[in-house]
């Protein structure tokens, strides 16, 4: 509901760096979900990623090394060795990973999904409970009640859909569909040709800047275009099944709807080969590659057909002073191909994705078959409760209204205060780690102190709240309907970012992309905070009356983590206020690609599956460096305690970390995540501590052993 193009651009700030990949902003795909939703990994383009197609065939088993996939649930059985000194993770987390189910409807369980599970029953009583009162709470309860209303919602089925789609379906030429997509009616209902939105300035990011983003793709990662993986082999499948479906629904026959498909494809094809694949959008020079400055004059120079100006226009952001053009080629790429002899490709991407955009918002048959084909992406059996499905959709579309009615009532400012100073132990002990690093030069190393002293500590919940009174709907009292609250919603959203131009973040106000009753936590590039949410403030991560060990090896090694994500490739790119600027001297910095490019070379020797593909470790290396680094940090503090109990603490560590996940799923994070699977987050890590060789006596020939100077410590 709140505009789906927020997601792409997500990607190319990165500006939210979080904890696991189930909370994670790093989804490439996406582009045509429905409802908006950085967080969730694995929806319908996502997915998982197989063996390259090329390599079908070819099913020759290989081993998986250095240690088996013991996340892939099923992987550990009665016959599989567990050794503590070989596979840490396996041994500390048999039972779970030889035992645990996977419930219906899910994709993996993971200590932050049992977490979640927790909050969401006190989140589902909130949904219900009619003691809460306030615009935030009618907000979220009505639109709660809205979405699993399935009589009104099959009532209306396609009716309130068709209308919007019969505008479209009448475009007869180019002139026609400039027109559309600079209307409020096009604005308001489209999937569009391109995103418009209004982020933290790279360069001076205290301001909000226009950022101009290209056309979403429905397989994601524009590479899927050239040489497609069986990830994008699903995906398309995926995408085709939904498509196909809703317009059948629409009225059109097979020949007709295979025939729009081909013509949406072809369009994609031809914009994706301009696009950045997500590969590239992951890479330490994505943000000087998309920092490209222009006027509206240049805009309209560039593309005096594609009507990017107007569209901006329409949307009322042009006044921005400040805007930036993420992909220049794109645009001059869409420029050429909006032509009258295109007409007919660039009217059936509009269709298909406007289609799609809607599709899980209809009757309950539809939302049934498109969920199992988005299911079955990702190897999901069964499906989720609706209350849960619906709470989702509420958390996603009302984010700031149901992390201010929940902070308020579970909350409590002792957990604040208590975790605000664990906080602030972390980054005493980051200090003394980045002073101690003696690659870097007094110049360097005294600039990345001083941007930790800067950090802002942002825990739990903030103050200051954004304003909420701007959202509403009709509720069904008034004739309201699921549909229509959402077209309202999107529009209130609009109308919020059109204050927004040309003015300053409100830092204070900080809770923003991420419901804070997500069981994650993130570190801001853009405003050099780190943000250790309510959600997180649970489970095996944090209870007031666990063991320093404990909450070192949960929230601690949490905050430790996101600590690093300043000092990691992305990160480091930007300065102790947020703004994408070098601080470090050109030596340092090669020095520092160079560690990093240490820690590339030894995951791409990790084989995750018996396909023998490699690791992608270009994708992981934020995630990998952060994971080390915060449990070094932890580290630095146990060695103030004479006592330290660092065999609690590993396990304590490792079991925080411990998961199953279908194998689909799997290949998903493993080809697309920017996260590592958690065998290698526990393992990995540990393997780089020297605490850890002593605590458990490991030795050359052990699985946990790695020399001295292989070892692949950024930080
Ligand atoms: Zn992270």
Partial sequence: MRSKKKRAVSLFLASVLALSAAGCSQTAQGAQTSENGRMEAGTQASGNGEAKASDKGKSAKKEMTPWINSNVAGTVTESTKADLKDDFNLAVNYDYLKDKKIGEG?????????????????????????????????????????????????????????????????????????????????????????????????????????????????????????????????????????????????????????????????????????????????????????????????????????????????????????????????????NELYKEENFEKLKSYLLVHTLTRYGKNLDEETFRKLKKIENEVSGITGSEPDEKLALDTVSKALTISVSK?????????????????????????????????????????????????????????????????????????????????????????????????????????????????????????????????????????????????????????????????????????FDKDGNFSKWWTDEDYAAFEARAQKLIGYYNTIVPFEDGENYPGENVQGEAIADIAGVKCMLILAKERADFDYDLFFRAYTISWRSVCTREYGEYIVYQDVHPMNYLRVNVTLKQQPEFYETYGIEEGDGMYMAKEDRISVW
């Fill in 106 to 334: 899910r994709k993996r369980e993971t200590c932050t999904s049992e977490l979640q599970d927790i909050t969401n029953e006190q989140l589902l009583k909130m949904m219900t409970d009619d003691t809460i009162k306030g615009h935030d709470a009618e907000l979220i309860q009505e639109l709660y009640a809205m979405w699993l209303d399935w009589d009104k919602r099959n009532s209306v089925g396609m009716s309130e859909l068709m209308p919007h789609i019969e505008v479209i379906q009448k475009l007869e030429n180019l002139a026609d569909l400039t027109e559309y997509l600079s209307s409020e009616e096009g604005i308001s209902y489209g999937a569009g040709l391109s995103g418009a939105i209004l982020m933290p300035d790279l360069e001076d990011a205290q301001w909000y800047c226009l950022y101009i983003e290209g056309t979403p793709l429905s397989l994601g990662d524009s590479d899927e275009y050239e040489k497609r993986t069986s990830l994008g082999e699903r995906n398309l499948k995926a995408h085709r099944e939904t498509a196909g479906l809703l317009l059948k629904m629409a009225g059109y026959g097979e020949k007709e709807i295979e025939k729009l498909l081909e013509q949406e494809y072809a369009f994609e094809k031809e914009i994706a080969s301009v696009i950045m694949s997500t590969a590239e959008q992951q890479a330490p020079d994505a943000m000087q590659r998309i920092l490209n400055r222009v006027t509206v004059e240049q805009l309209e120079e560039m593309s005096p057909n594609y009507p990017v100006v107007k569209i901006t226009e329409a949307l009322g952001l042009i006044g921005s002073d400040r805007i930036i053009l993420q992909e220049p080629e794109w645009l001059l790429k869409m």
């Fill in 405 to 573: 009615v929940y902070s308020q009532k579970y909350v409590g400012p002792e957990v604040r205060e208590d975790v605000t100073n664990i906080i602030k132990e972390c980054i005493g002990a980051y200090r003394t780690m980045l002073s101690s690093e003696d690659w870097l030069s007094e110049e360097t190393r005294k600039k990345a102190v001083e941007k930790l002293d800067n950090i802002t500590v942002n825990a739990a919940y903030p103050d200051k709240w954004q304003d909420t009174k701007g959202l509403q709907f009709t509720p069904r009292k008034d004739g309201g309907s699921y549909f229509t609250a959402c077209i309202e919603l999107n529009k209130c959203n609009r109308e919020l970012d059109k204050k927004k131009v040309n003015t300053k973040i409100d830092r204070e106000a900080w809770a923003n992309d991420m419901a804070l009753t997500t069981a994650n936590a993130y570190y801001n590039p853009l405003d050099n905070s780190i943000n250790i949410i309510a959600g997180i403030l649970g489970g095996a991560f944090y209870r007031p009356d666990m063991t320093y060990e404990e909450k070192l090896a949960g929230i601690g090694s949490v905050i430790g983590h996101e600590i690093s994500h300043a000092f990691d490739p992305n990160g480091a790119q």
